[in-house]
């Protein structure tokens, strides 16, 4: 039944099962919010207000977001024609190498005008340096050495879990499987290592570690603010299971959270230890480029 084309039923319900994924994180960050909001106004002074960043800041750039995520989903549902050659999973859309470069293409603009959103609200909202946002050079140690020191122990642990997941003949990642083959030429091959393995890690790292974190840490402490940041980090990067199939097929997604919220933990670990986000980018960059090179010879 894999790779046979989805009938309406299923589509509806793999589509209403993304979407409660998706309700759920929101509802998770209303509750946090409603939570911060109370303990702000049981105490006048805030518990941790060493940081700059504010409830007000957040909201301002998660409704940033939302004009940038429905773009795209227009142009695609212009693109029908890609469907109808490509019949059967959602995935398939992603053998298209149109739907490749606008994938790819606005994930970039969207996060370069998050992270440049950030950096001037910072820079100009509240007069912080680099430094204070985590632009800085802490030392080749912790910069280079331990960083990659934990992609190749992460890597390890994680090919052993993929091996594991494996022997129960659980699905890897669909849609980095569509995207790797289709990238032939060698202007896409660069675009998808330009972005999947440097840009986006880059990006990622400053808008998890440099501001949402630093926004939950001035009000809920670092232990938290680390806590939450992980589980949302997981939870965003969890392919939805559109792709018709049995029971692997849909909780591969699931199985593969502790491997994301491991990931999480560790780049969180590394900025908060570091108090720098040269390593976490160093570690993520590490482990998107080993995935991509490993998918692209299996």
């Known amino acids: 039944m894999t790779g046979s084309r989805l009938t309406d039923d299923e589509e509806i319900q793999r589509l209403m099962l993304a979407g409660g994924v998706l309700v759920a994180v929101v509802l998770l960050e209303m509750l946090l919010l409603s939570r911060i909001v109370r303990k702000v106004k049981a105490r006048p002074s805030l518990p941790f207000p060493d940081v700059p960043w504010t409830i007000g800041d957040l909201m301002g750039i998660s409704l940033a977001v939302l ?35 606008l994938a790819l293409g606005f994930t970039l603009v969207v996060q370069m005008g998050l992270g440049a959103l950030v950096i001037c609200r910072g820079r100009f909202g509240h007069g912080m340096s680099f430094s204070e946002m985590g632009l800085w050079i802490p030392g080749w140690r912790e910069s280079l050495l331990v960083p990659l020191v934990a992609a190749g122990l992460f890597a390890l642990v994680g090919w052993q879990y993929e091996m594991l997941l494996e022997a129960f003949h659980i699905p890897g990642s669909q849609l980095l499987a569509q995207l790797i083959p ?39 402490g670092s232990g938290w603010a680390l806590a939450v940041t992980t589980f949302l980090f997981a939870v965003g990067h969890l392919e939805p299971p559109l792709e ?25 670990w590394l900025a908060q230890r570091s108090g720098s986000l040269l390593p976490s980018m160093v570690l993520h960059m590490a482990n998107n480029l080993f995935a991509i090179c490993l998918l692209r010879h299996s």
């Open 244 to 268: 018709a199939g049995d029971w692997r097929t849909l909780m591969a997604p699931l199985l593969r959270l502790p491997e994301f919220l491991g990931l999480g933990f560790l780049l969180g």
């Open 67 to 101: 004009p940038a995520l429905v773009l795209p989903l227009l142009v695609m549902l212009r693109m029908t024609d890609v469907w109808a050659q490509n019949p059967g999973s959602f995935f398939h859309l992603f053998r298209d190498v149109r739907i490749l470069r």
């Open 182 to 220: 289709t990238a032939r030429s060698t202007a896409d091959r660069a675009l998808v290592y330009l972005s999947g393995g440097i840009v986006l890690p880059m990006l990622e790292e400053l808008l998890f570690r440099g501001f949402l974190y630093q926004v939950l840490r001035r009000y809920v």
